[in-house]
């Protein structure tokens, strides 16, 4: 089981701990415009899947806005921001900061995605700081489980690890 701190206090995950050779469980989440989305929808590409508690915290807010920002550097990759914030306020919030290369998804409904990658902080019910990368065959090729959730991911070791999916593929 992983083991984080949120504000330095630790915190149990629920879920399944995801490693680097595991397959990329299916899982259903929902989208800006309240459709359901699942992993399957982003079948034969990369996915950068960059998991946050919320988009309006200051940790959170940079983190999206530097996967927006240096998506250019990843071809052929498809980066996803996974909350539990309400799709309304992904997308008021997207508006708002410019997020045009980044899919804001939701995972308020049933914690489907939390609960398949490990990342349900049950009591807060947020979802913990991690970076996930899935290459085209849904095989996990990167897992960050960032230690204190309210510090940043190591973002050069996920974009290596993006660009050497898209390079395999």
Not at 45 to 61: A, D
Not at 151 to 169: D, F, M, Q, R
């Amino acid at each position: 089981m992983v083991q984080v701190t949120f504000n330095k206090e630790p915190v149990n995950l629920a879920g399944e701990e995801k490693k680097v050779g595991d397959n990329a469980p299916n899982f259903t989440v929902v989208a800006n415009d309240l459709s359901e989305k699942s992993l399957s929808d982003f079948d034969a590409k990369v996915k950068l899947i960059s998991v946050v508690p919320s988009l309006n915290t200051g940790v959170c807010s940079k983190q999206t806005r530097r996967f927006n920002q240096d998506a250019s550097q990843l071809k052929d990759v498809d980066i996803l921001t996974i909350s539990m914030d309400l799709p309304f306020a992904q997308s008021g919030w997207c508006a708002a900061n410019g997020i045009e290369e980044v899919t804001t998804l939701s995972d308020h409904r049933t914690a489907d995605f939390g609960m398949k990658y490990g990342v349900l902080m049950e009591h807060l019910r947020l979802l913990a700081r991690a970076v996930f990368v899935v290459d085209a065959s849904n095989t996990i090729t990167y897992v960050e489980y960032v230690d204190e959730v309210t510090t940043h991911p190591n973002y050069e070791a996920a974009y290596k690890a993006a660009k050497e999916a898209v390079e395999k593929k």
